[in-house]
């Protein structure tokens, strides 16, 4: 194949991914803006099982939002995005699962009311972001930690509102939080208000009370 016919390709190729995100945007807006309740997205590790405590609780932050009238929106995935699942939907609540396409890993659960697929990343990034009134970060490993500090850099650079940004487990992300001021903003790297973005949290009921507290300024 002439060099000439490669590039022809790639174009025709991208033409047509360009409708495969437009249509990925549009699903994703058309469910999540039709809910009905302010939702809160979740982020955890998908390799922490049943047995493991992050496991439980995720469960009980699931339970605990849905009782207090939220929605949530996880990956969708296994592990700690389960779990979150479960409780929301065990309590009768909005159940959301973002689920993305990977080579392993990635299964949808089964305890979501509202379920959407993606194949891109980026799409799934905006659809956690565009209409969550907090976020939630349980334990987890390169991806959870990808999905905070995306939403703190969203919030850094006022691209979005400053919503409650919560570490659930004070004890595995304190840390993180320490080495935000010892060296980020000890070397100059954020500004001093910055680590402050990141608030911890120990049990689900003050996760809802902060959340409440915010929604309450916002007249909701």
Known sequence: MSEQRIIDQLHHEDAWRLFRILAEFVDGFETLSQIGVPL???????????????YRLGYQLGRE??????????????????????????????SVGLNIQLPHEQRP????????AFRYFFVRKVMFVRYARGFVVLPGGFGTLDELTEVLVLIQTEKVHRFPV????????RGLKDWMRSTLLGQGAIA???????ELADTPAEVVARI?????????
């Open 40 to 54: 809160v997205s979740v982020f955890g590790s998908a390799r922490f099982g049943e047995g493991h405590p992050a």
């Open 192 to 198: 001093p208000g910055d680590p402050d973005l990141f």
């Open 65 to 94: 939002l849905a009782r207090a009238g939220y929605g949530v929106v996880t990956g969708g995935g296994p592990g700690v995005m389960e779990a979150v699942n479960r409780g929301a939907y065990e309590a009768g609540g909005v």
């Open 212 to 220: 409440r507290e915010y929604g309450a300024t916002l007249g909701t």
């Open 166 to 173: 919560i570490g659930l487990d004070r004890a595995y992300w």
């Open 109 to 116: 659960n089964h305890y979501q009311t509202h379920a959407l």
